[in-house]
């Protein structure tokens, strides 16, 4: 499910944001598989740093199992997942950066019979060489999808496990 949220005001003189949390449609389970949120920037001034007039920042996150998440190519494998999507689709960019954060916890106390859990979580930047942006927002779409455990639309692309921990 996709929506408009409001954008930061502070980051650019235009902007707009967008909302998306997957949800599995069996057994009328409506807990969310992941999130995330896409802004796009507009500055006509085209900030030194962006490389050109527009700047999309984003973020994905989606909980795992915590073997998973304990698995030290995960990071790279996110990041990859984002590029792959990206240059699928034949979205022109530059000027990409991010950070990709494993998450694992263990409950205590009142919180003890979560268990363990695990979570990834994206948090990445880049400047469209285009106007069209589609492919922008189709790419990180995919990116959540996958996240989530949903099956890739590229071939060649490997599934985390969709199972989920009782944590998430």
């Known amino acids: 499910m996709v929506t408009e949220i409001p954008a ?20 009328g389970d409506d807990s969310d598989l992941g999130t ?17 007039p527009f700047r999309v920042v984003c973020f994905a996150q989606a909980p795992l199992e915590t073997d998973i998440g304990l698995d030290p190519f995960l990071a790279d494998v996110t990041w990859s997942w984002l590029v792959d999507a990206l240059d699928a689709r034949h979205a022109s960019y530059t000027a990409a950066s991010g950070t990709a954060t494993k998450i694992i916890s263990t ?28 492919a922008h927002v189709e790419g990180w779409g995919e990116l959540l999808c ?23």
């Open 8 to 27: 930061p005001a502070q980051l650019a003189p235009f902007s707009v944001a967008l909302a998306a949390d997957v949800r599995p449609a069996r057994h």
């Open 36 to 52: 995330g949120r896409f802004i796009l920037l507009y500055d006509p001034d085209e900030p030194e740093a962006w490389g050109g």
């Open 107 to 134: 409950g205590f106390g009142e919180l003890a019979s979560q268990g363990d859990g695990a979570q990834i979580e994206l948090r990445a930047s880049w400047s469209p060489l285009e106007t069209d942006l589609a």
């Open 146 to 168: 996958m996240l989530a455990g949903l099956p890739p639309t590229g071939e060649g692309v490997s599934l985390l496990n969709t199972r989920r921990s009782p944590r998430g």
